[in-house]
T-cell receptor
Framework: GQQVMQIPQYQHVQEGEDFTTYCNSS?????IQWYKQRPGGHPVFLIQ?????EVKKQKRLTFQFGEAKKNSSLHITATQTTDVGTYFC????????????FGKGTLLTVNP | DAGVTQSPTHLIKTRGQQVTLRCSPK?????VSWYQQALGQGPQFIFQ???????QRGNFPDRFSGHQFPNYSSELNVNALLLGDSALYLC?????????????????FGPGTRLLVL
């Protein structure tokens, strides 16, 4: 199948440190979506990237889509305890199909 | 405006039993997808319904079936439950495929139903 690989699987940081998670695909992605799932919660949509080299920011979160559209990253500046959760990237099958293939996620824990 | 709702929130069943999970999509959405999320894993696509028909299906056995009603709500049925079916079952809804606008469109997930099979 058309998998997306995420690294690292786990990341523990001290509050105030930065955090980055990476998403990689062996095939070109039409788009990539990022979700956050708090412990015990459900995935919540964060952002969608479509264009090659695209960079989007949401406050302390910066999302990038690679030039070749085969990788993406999520960077959090100065983490806070509210950032705790699992961050998933997901590829859409393209068009308007809405079928998402998720990575295994990166679990972020933050030590206050 | 209510978001995606799912019922029940939690469910305990025994092996061999059957279960029905329910989902009401976000207002204005007519496409419903179901996902299974095992502990520590990402959600896995089960199938998708649009206009009361199954449009796409993931790699799940026929024990998993579904239905979409005229009001766009949906049910997920699982027969002959196995221990490995224990998971969080997520419903996600999306805006109408018929609407103009950028594609692909965002999916909105419901809170999920936590199923435990003993």
């Amino acid at each position: 199948g058309q998998q997306v690989m995420q690294i690292p699987q786990y990341q523990h940081v001290q509050e105030g440190e930065d955090f980055t998670t990476y998403c990689n695909s062996s095939t070109t992605l039409s788009n990539i979506q990022w979700y956050k799932q708090r412990p015990g919660g459900h995935p919540v949509f964060l952002i969608q990237l479509v264009k090659s080299g695209e960079v989007k920011k949401q406050k302390r979160l910066t999302f990038q889509f690679g030039e070749a559209k085969k990788n993406s990253s999520l960077h959090i500046t100065a983490t806070q305890t509210t950032d705790v959760g699992t961050y998933f990237c997901a590829r859409n099958s393209g068009g308007s199909n809405y079928k998402l293939t998720f990575g295994k996620g990166t679990l972020l824990t933050v030590n206050p | 405006d209510a978001g995606v709702t799912q019922s029940p929130t939690h469910l305990i069943k025994t092996r061999g039993q059957q279960v029905t999970l329910r989902c009401s999509p976000k207002s204005g959405h007519d496409t419903v997808s179901w996902y299974q999320q095992a502990l520590g894993q990402g959600p896995q696509f089960i199938f998708q319904y649009y206009e009361e028909e199954e449009r796409q299906r993931g790699n799940f056995p026929d024990r998993f079936s579904g239905h979409q009603f005229p009001n766009y709500s949906s049910e997920l049925n699982v027969n002959a439950l196995l221990l490995g079916d224990s998971a969080l079952y997520l419903c996600a809804s999306s805006p109408s495929l018929g609407l103009a606008g950028p594609s692909p469109k965002t999916q909105y997930f419901g809170p999920g139903t936590r199923l435990l099979v003993l």
